[in-house]
C-alpha cells in the first residue's frame, strides 16, 4: 500500500488512505461474528513524497511507519466478542446523550475503556456493572429495540402500566415477521444444517490430523476454516443441484 501510494503521488496522483480496523473472533466458523472500524482518511506526507523520489526503500519505510500507527488506533483487541459488544455498550452509556464525537475520539474511548477492563477484570465492582451491562443489551435485544430507541419504550405502556396501542401494534408486527421467517428460512435450515455438521465434523478430523503431523500448529484454525470452505464448495452446489 505505501508503495503504491506513493508511486502514485510521485506521478501527481493524491491517493487517500483509509485504516481499517478488524477485529474477529472464531474466523474457522461458518457465519462468525466481526467488527469493522475505519479510520480517518489521510494522504502521503509531501516530504516524504520528495523523499521517495531519491531513496525509496526509506520513504516506503517511514510511510509504512505512519500506516502502522493508523491501523493501530482503529484495532481493538479484546479476548472475545462478548467483551467487544461490552465495551460498545459501554461507551454508549458513558457518553453523554445527544453528543456526537468524531471517529477517532469514539475509538480513544473505547480503546481507554477496554484497557480500564483489562486492568480491573478482577474487581467484584467491575463484575457486577458488566452483569448489569449485558442483562441491559440482553434486554434490547429481546425487545428488538437499539440502545438509542430506548428511551421511546415509556411509550409502550400508558400511566396504569397497561400495554397501549403503541405496544401491541409493535407486538402485531413482530410475530407477523417471525412467522414470515419462519416460513423462508425453515427450508433452507433443513437443506444447509446437515451441510454445516458435516464440515464441522469432517474439519475437527482434518484438523486433528494437521496438529499431530505439526509442530508449531496450537488449535489449526486456519485448517478448519480452508476445509470449511472446500467442502462447502463442492457439497453445496451438489446439494441444491439434487433438490
Not at 477492563?117 to 425487545?143: G, H, M, P
Not at 430507541?149 to 400495554?163: H, P
Not at 412467522?179 to 427450508?187: D, E, H, N
Amino acid at each position: 500500500v505505501a508503495l503504491f501510494t506513493l508511486g502514485a503521488a510521485e506521478r501527481g496522483v493524491q491517493a487517500q488512505i483509509v485504516p481499517v480496523g478488524l477485529t474477529y473472533f472464531y474466523g474457522h466458523k461458518f457465519r462468525s461474528r466481526a467488527h469493522i472500524e475505519f479510520g480517518k482518511p489521510s494522504f502521503a506526507p509531501s516530504h516524504i513524497v520528495e523523499k521517495f523520489t531519491t531513496d525509496k526503500r526509506t520513504a516506503t519505510g517511514d510511510l509504512l511507519k505512519i500506516l502502522d500507527t493508523n491501523l493501530r488506533s482503529v484495532t481493538i483487541n479484546v479476548a472475545d466478542w462478548a467483551t467487544l459488544k461490552f465495551l460498545h455498550n459501554f461507551r454508549r452509556l458513558y457518553q453523554p446523550p445527544g453528543l456526537l464525537l468524531e471517529t477517532g475520539h469514539y475509538l480513544a474511548i473505547t480503546r481507554r475503556l477496554a484497557n480500564i477492563i483489562e486492568d480491573r477484570a478482577e474487581e467484584a465492582d467491575l463484575q457486577e456493572f458488566r452483569e448489569r451491562v449485558e442483562n441491559y443489551s440482553d434486554f434490547c435485544s429481546a425487545l428488538f429495540v437499539r440502545d438509542s430507541q430506548a428511551a421511546t419504550l415509556s411509550g409502550l405502556v400508558d400511566a396504569q402500566g397497561r400495554l397501549s396501542g403503541v405496544s401491541l401494534r409493535l407486538l402485531c408486527r413482530r410475530v407477523a415477521m417471525l412467522s414470515v421467517l419462519t416460513i423462508v428460512l425453515l427450508p433452507f435450515l433443513c437443506v444447509c444444517g446437515p451441510i454445516g455438521i458435516l464440515c464441522h465434523v469432517l474439519a475437527e478430523a482434518h484438523a486433528k490430523t494437521a496438529l499431530s503431523a505439526s509442530s508449531v500448529k496450537v488449535v489449526a484454525a486456519d485448517v478448519k476454516a480452508s476445509y470449511k470452505m472446500v467442502l462447502a464448495f463442492v457439497i453445496v452446489p451438489l446439494v441444491f443441484a439434487a433438490v
